[in-house]
């Protein structure tokens, strides 16, 4: 039970004696791809000092720079209170003082938050007892996110 059935694409097809499709059928591809033009002629490609590894570099930087351009940052969406805190205003900051004792470094500081999570610790000025806010204990606005 052999299939005899002729497919085709479009009307000219239909028509297997019309000029037009003889024409097609013949002339697929009509013009030769022109490669020299962009790369370049034969001379100037031998004569390139460009070794396959320093191909194989860029190509791949290029591969890592466009994915690093295609990547988004994640969207982070912002849940609103329930009940909200009455010292905590939205967008505007709270000043906590306290102490910090970390090894070596002892300091009386202030602490800047936003809707409770601590963005900068500072010297606190009107303490009574000595010791500064150094680097470290500016840093340790780090270890009070753990």
């Given at each position: 039970?052999a299939?005899?059935?002729?497919?085709?694409?479009?009307?000219?097809?239909?028509?297997?004696?019309?000029?037009?499709?003889?024409?097609?059928?013949?002339?697929?591809?009509?013009?030769?791809?022109?490669?020299?033009?962009?790369?370049?002629?034969?001379?100037?490609?031998?004569?390139s000092?460009?070794?396959?590894?320093?191909?194989?570099?860029y190509?791949?930087?290029?591969?890592?720079?466009?994915?690093?351009?295609a990547?988004?940052?994640?969207?982070?969406?912002s849940?609103?209170?329930?009940?909200?805190?009455e010292?905590?205003?939205?967008?505007?900051?709270?000043?906590?003082?306290?102490?910090?004792?970390?090894?070596?470094?002892?300091?009386?500081?202030?602490?800047?938050?936003?809707?409770?999570?601590?963005i900068?610790?500072?010297?606190?000025?009107?303490?009574?007892?000595?010791?500064?806010?150094?680097?470290?204990?500016?840093?340790?606005?780090?270890?009070?996110?753990?």
């Amino acid at each position: 039970m052999a299939s005899n059935k002729i497919y085709w694409k479009n009307e000219a097809e239909l028509n297997p004696n019309d000029s037009i499709v003889q024409k097609l059928k013949e002339n697929e591809f009509p013009e030769e791809i022109p490669v020299d033009e962009f790369l370049g002629d034969k001379e100037t490609l031998s004569d390139s000092t460009t070794n396959r590894r320093d191909f194989l570099k860029y190509v791949g930087f290029s591969t890592a720079a466009a994915s690093l351009a295609a990547c988004e940052g994640p969207v982070i969406k912002s849940i609103p209170y329930v009940v909200q805190p009455e010292r905590i205003v939205p967008g505007v900051a709270n000043y906590y003082a306290t102490t910090i004792a970390n090894g070596f470094d002892f300091a009386s500081i202030l602490i800047k938050t936003r809707e409770g999570r601590p963005i900068k610790v500072e010297n606190n000025k009107d303490a009574h007892i000595g010791g500064s806010a150094n680097a470290r204990v500016q840093a340790s606005v780090l270890s009070l996110y753990d």
